[in-house]
């Protein structure tokens, strides 16, 4: 389980262990982690201690501290209520990005599944974070992604509008299939292009 995530039940397992040496605060019941969200990497046989797992969201840019070059973070405003799911999305969920070209509503192939690593106010304050007066009404949404998914969602931003649909939530194994997927269709984009140009640079002949 992996730090900053959250919790589910498909990833826990009980066992029966001797209490010699085990701490007093250590978790025995699923209701006690699930939901909660990592404070650390979490690998099989670990126990559960209040010290590893929080029910509060933890430091929200853990992701954006281990960007790697081949991920990067991008942002897009909301246009609508509608369009982000009246303002129901949250950090980790998995959703995909309609856009309204031409009189059609297309399904982006680029980002038909893509994670989101914020959700924002106005002020540019994590919604799930806002006090008081603070507005709850998402402003902008971060999503993890490439540099071709990022150069997308910057067109469609400028040009059309966009829909935002839910496909997973709270579902780590479905959540890493999912963006799997994008991949494969990403890695198949890139290679349809070069086939592409190929056959665009071959030299025409003459027939004798």
């Known amino acids: 389980i992996e730090e900053g995530t959250v919790v589910t ?43 590893k797992v929080s029910t509060e969201s933890p430091e929200k840019d853990t992701i954006l501290k281990k960007l790697t070059g081949d991920k990067i973070a991008v942002s897009m405003s909301v246009q609508s209520l509608a369009g982000v799911l009246s303002n129901k999305l949250r950090t980790d969920d998995i959703v995909s990005i309609y856009s309204y070209e031409d009189g059609e509503v297309v399904k982006v192939e680029e980002l038909q599944y893509v994670r989101i690593i914020a959700v924002t106010n106005s002020n540019g304050t994590n919604i799930e974070d806002a006090v008081g007066d603070e507005s709850r009404m998402a402003a902008t949404i971060t999503f993890l992604a490439n540099d071709r998914q990022a150069a997308k969602m910057i067109e469609i931003e400028n040009e059309h509008p966009m829909h935002l649909t839910l496909v997973s939530r709270g579902d780590t194994k479905r959540a890493k299939e999912l963006l799997a997927e994008q991949e494969d269709i990403l890695e198949q984009i890139a290679l349809d292009e070069e086939m592409e140009a190929d056959e665009t640079l071959e030299p025409e002949t003459e027939a004798p």
């Not at 009980?14 to 990592?38: C, I, K, R, W």
């Open 9 to 51: 039940a498909e990833q826990l397992e009980m066992a029966e262990v001797s209490s010699h040496g085990l701490p007093a605060n250590v978790a025995t019941d699923f209701t006690q982690v699930v939901g909660t969200y990592a404070l650390v990497d979490l690998v099989p046989g670990d126990y559960f201690l209040p010290t």
